[in-house]
């Protein structure tokens, strides 16, 4: 399977604890996006790696939330001190190097802090 | 004004008809836009992109661009069973690669 990979499917937290995930892109892509959904809404973009650099961030994600790509493959998102807020489907998306930007996303990881 | 907007749904039609789905953005100077198809419990699919005016067919699927209007539609024809999902329209915008999804349109196509 050469797709976008996420781990884990799910998780289930304590408020408080610290999460992380991990996605693996489909390996001829620089590009790697991170997402987050809820119920009825479109996915929410958190951030965006060009291979090892992190070039956008949305205002939206607190100091809780950080994203690493460290060799420009794999990509890392820890969720610190979790909310129930936080409860949601974290999604990975990544794409080739092309101007249009096309994205492939991967299965999720469905999120629930009690 | 939210960026992406789409009509919640959900929009019915029977088997055999045409669906169209529409979407409006507000970010003028965008360059790329994407449709993708979501089943229930599944992460976004995508189905196709357009970037200039006009319509792009692939399959029974066509999408139809006018950046004058602001507009993006998806029509779906000769609609099965098996389309019954969300229908997610995404926007690239003018700055950097961000990209702003819709909420999506509920769709439902009766046997």
């Known amino acids: 399977d050469t797709g976008v990979s996420q781990d884990p499917r799910h998780k289930i937290t304590k408020r408080g604890q610290n999460v992380t995930f991990r996605c693996d892109p489909i390996s001829e892509h620089n590009r790697l996006y991170w997402y987050r959904q809820t119920l009825g809404q479109g996915p929410e973009f958190l951030t965006y790696f060009q291979n090892e650099a992190q070039l956008e961030k949305s205002r939206l994600l607190s100091d809780r939330f950080s994203a690493e790509r460290p060799k420009g493959s794999f990509s890392t998102l820890e969720i610190q001190r979790t909310e129930q807020g936080d409860s949601a489907m974290y999604l990975c998306?990544?794409?080739?190097?092309?101007?249009?930007?096309?994205?492939?996303f991967g299965p999720g990881t469905r999120l629930t802090v009690l | 004004q939210k960026e992406v907007e789409q009509n919640s749904g959900p929009l019915s039609v029977p088997e055999g008809a045409i669906a169209s789905l529409n979407c409006t953005y507000s970010d003028r100077g965008s360059q790329s836009f994407f449709w993708y198809r979501q089943y229930s419990g599944k992460s976004p699919e995508l189905i196709m992109f357009i970037y200039s005016n006009g319509d792009k067919e692939d399959g029974r699927f066509t999408a139809q661009l006018n950046k004058a209007s602001q507009y993006v539609s998806l029509l779906i024809r000769d609609s099965q069973p098996s389309d019954s999902a969300t229908y997610l329209c995404a926007v690239k915008g003018t700055g950097g690669f961000k990209t702003i999804f819709g909420a999506g349109t509920r769709l439902f196509v009766k046997a």
């Open positions: 998306a990544s794409s080739p190097d092309r101007v249009y930007n096309e994205q492939f």
